[in-house]
């Protein structure tokens, strides 16, 4: 049973920046993909960011250039280093995990079929 465990939300103003962590445990799988995903009430879960075990990474639009995704696989950390965060990155933020050898792009867009999800953490953007 994989277990994901976020944290490093916080409420930080705009042009800010901010570190997201990801502590996974109980898996050994070589082939994953893993990422973050963001959601405001009344609005469907996004992706945000991922990467998998090819060393791909994928992006959402809205935060490429600004968002960076890293992993410290001795440590089984996943990272999201958020930089001139804006109103609009405002939102729940999810680590996803998908075990098995999985395109970033399948990843990032295939939120209804990711096996597993920590609780998430809050991140506040104020203008």
Known sequence: QVQLA????????????????????????????????????????????VLNTDGQTKYADSVKGRFTISQDSANHTLYLEMNNVQPEDTAMYYCAAE??????????AS???????????????SA
């Open 6 to 49: 976020e944290s490093g939300g916080g409420s930080v103003q705009a042009g800010g920046s901010l570190r997201l962590s990801c502590a996974a445990s109980g898996h050994s799988h070589s082939s994953y993909c893993m990422g973050w995903f963001r959601q405001t009430p009344g609005k469907k879960r996004e992706g945000v960011a």
């Open 99 to 108: 075990l098995g050898p999985v395109r970033v792009s399948w990843c990032l």
């Open 111 to 125: 939120i209804r079929d990711i096996d597993y999800w920590g609780k998430g953490t809050k991140v506040t953007i």
